[in-house]
């Protein structure tokens, strides 16, 4: 099982940036994207069920990032627009576990991570 991120880089505060993570080896009931800043600990972002599309956000991205998938290409996206400092970050992609609301801390594969760097 694999999992690539992508389509991290460096943009100015209001922009928006897709990142996509490719999964190959199997399909997991779910998949998530989280973030670690320099000097943070690693948080949950978003969550989406792969059947039905159920979707679940942190509070400080509502209303600005999707989650998505691609069912042909067994890819996740992360939509994130209004983009600010304070999402400066590494972003992973994850899978595994069950689907619930509020959702499991557990996942068992992770992607290597991108770079999203937000300057104001």
């Known amino acids: 099982v694999q999992l690539q991120a992508s389509g991290g880089g460096l943009v100015q505060a209001g922009d928006s940036l897709r990142l996509s993570c490719a999964a190959s080896g199997r399909i997991f009931s779910r998949y998530a994207w989280f973030r670690q800043a320099p000097g943070k600990e690693r948080e949950l972002v978003a969550v989406i069920r792969w059947v039905g599309g159920s979707t679940y956000y942190e509070d400080s991205v509502k209303g600005r990032f999707t989650i998505s998938r691609d069912y042909a290409k067994n890819m996740v996206f992360l939509q994130m627009n209004s983009l600010k400092a304070e999402d400066t970050a590494v972003y992973y992609c994850?899978?595994?576990?069950?689907?619930?609301?509020?959702?499991?801390?557990?996942?068992?594969?992770w992607g290597q991570g991108t770079q999203v760097t937000v300057s104001s």
């Open positions: 994850a899978a595994g576990g069950v689907w619930s609301n509020p959702p499991t801390s557990q996942y068992d594969y």
